[in-house]
Nanobody, 120 residues
Framework: QVQLVESGGGLVQAGGSLRLSCTTS????????MAWYRQAPGKQRELVAT???????NYADSVKGRFTISRDIAKNAVYLQMNTLTPEDTAVYYC??????????????WGQGTQVSVSS
């Protein structure tokens, strides 16, 4: 069974930093693009950052210059370094990956989410 598991969320004061991690497990053939999304209360889920298998990155305008996405190919993991956090960054953060897996269930997989709360 393929799983994505996020960690690293928590409560931080405005201006602080957090580093989110997402690890994958299961019968994975290949990991293609990986991404972080977030969903704030009462809002739609939005894309935060993406990283391709080749290492190219892309960011939402709201986090450019503050967040950095990276991946560790050997560990099948993706990270999100979040600096200069503001209360507007408060949300549940979800890991997302496009996976080729054994058994014919290739496609997009999601983690269960990790809560990030930023106090003013």
């Amino acid at each position: 069974q393929v799983q994505l598991v996020e960690s690293g969320g928590g409560l931080v004061q405005a201006g602080g930093s957090l580093r989110l991690s997402c690890t994958t497990s299961g019968r994975i053939i290949k990991i293609n693009d990986m991404a972080w999304y977030r969903q704030a209360p009462g809002k739609q889920r939005e894309l935060v950052a993406t990283v391709t298998s080749g290492g190219s990155t892309n960011y939402a305008d709201s986090v450019k210059g503050r967040f950095t996405i990276s991946r560790d190919i050997a560990k099948n993991a993706v990270y999100l370094q979040m600096n200069t956090l503001t209360p507007e960054d408060t949300a549940v953060y979800y890991c997302n990956a496009d996976l080729w897996v054994f058994g014919g269930n290739s496609g997009t997989y999601w983690g269960q989410g990790t809560q990030v709360s930023v106090s003013s």
